[in-house]
């Protein structure tokens, strides 16, 4: 079996982290440090393909990170990993978690997958533009996106075109023709999706989209969206169907009408999107897109497995998950036009 790097690091007195960043081939690595890492290496049999690959673990990397801090009860993410954790056991795999800590040691994502010895990561809920995680999604390691496509991986999304499409035509289908957009926050390809579809829909219902009708929220970020709700309703041409990032904004969303004095659907419509059980259970029921986020995470956990066991055959495809769209009683009829 090949040598941890935490057996490296004690053999030549180094942190963990500089082990990992030395055998990844990382820059800027002091040629004596280097040196002494490597002669340690040797010596204790280290094998990149054994563990640098995380060959024959059976250990998957998740790299979940939730900037609303709701950690593993996020209300859509928390159903679709235990989705990806069932199936994953169900093949023979254990989850690991992928953070920035080896110990007490900071450490890169790909650093810290070195060091678990993971044979694969899926990523969801991440910044998928910072250069970390772009850079495990170049690496050797086997990956699957969720919600981001990526050249080279396969990624599990929602139909989030034909999500806004349905959102859209059916505020239009009751009379609405201000329809606002505060989206979540620009990080992923999914978001963009929808605010291009938003963008696009609007056109084809030949209707005009002013300056300020779209504003960039945060997913789960209640605060935020009372906040940009109160500056949509202080419009003179306020808007009277607000599309919400996500449905827990619904709540944002609630105390900002009711800190106008409006009334839900009466005076404003609200929508969102995610399905959550939480926000069905509200009076009045939110009406919202509703993604299957436990089949995406099963296709999640199906794909990256074939990946690791059948790498010859992998390809990047993008497997989109239908939505459906809950009426709900937050859409009321328009009566301006």
């Not at 990806?84 to 994502?109: C, L, M, P, V």
């Not at 996106?145 to 599990?156: E, F, I, Q, R, Y």
Request: glycine residues 6%.
């Amino acid at each position: 079996m090949s040598a941890s790097f935490k057996e490296i690091a004690e053999r030549c007195g180094l942190p963990i982290h500089t082990v990992a960043r030395v055998l990844n081939d990382a820059a800027q690595i002091d040629e004596d440090v280097r040196s002494r890492v490597l002669s340690a290496a040797a010596e204790l049999g280290y094998s990149s393909e054994g563990a640098g690959k995380g060959s024959n673990t059976h250990h998957i990397g998740v790299l979940f990170v939730d900037e609303s801090y709701s950690g593993l009860t996020h209300p859509f993410f928390a159903s679709m990993l235990n989705a990806f954790k069932e199936q994953a056991e169900s093949r023979g795999y254990d989850i690991t978690f992928i953070n920035h800590n080896i110990g007490a040691e900071s450490a890169t994502y790909l650093e810290h997958c070195r060091y678990r010895g993971v044979d694969g990561v899926c990523l969801a809920c991440v910044d998928f533009y910072s250069k970390e995680v772009e850079e495990l999604m170049n690496s050797d390691i086997p990956c699957v996106t969720v919600d981001h496509p990526w050249p080279t991986l396969a990624c599990v999304l929602s139909d989030n075109s034909d999500a806004m499409r349905m959102l859209v035509d059916y505020a239009v289908s009751l009379g609405h023709r201000r329809i606002a957009f505060v989206s979540g926050q620009r990080n992923s390809e999914v978001t963009e999706e929808r605010i291009r579809q938003y963008h696009e829909n609007m056109k084809a219902h030949h209707l005009d989209v002013p300056n300020g009708y779209y504003l960039e929220g945060r997913y789960g970020d209640t605060a935020l969206t009372r906040e940009l709700v109160s500056r949509l309703l202080e419009r003179s041409d306020r808007p009277s169907c607000i599309l919400l990032p996500d449905d827990s904004c619904y709540f944002g969303a609630q105390e900002a009408v009711r800190e106008h004095e409006l009334r839900i659907p009466a005076d404003i419509s609200l929508a969102g999107f995610d399905g959550i059980g939480l926000t069905q259970s509200l009076r009045p029921k939110l009406t919202t897109i509703r993604q299957d986020s436990e089949e995406m995470g099963r296709q999640a956990a199906i794909r990256l497995i074939e990946r690791i066991e059948h790498p010859e055959s992998a390809t990047a495809e993008r497997v989109k998950i239908p939505v459906t769209l809950l009426k709900g009683a937050t859409v009321g009829w328009c009566e301006e036009w």
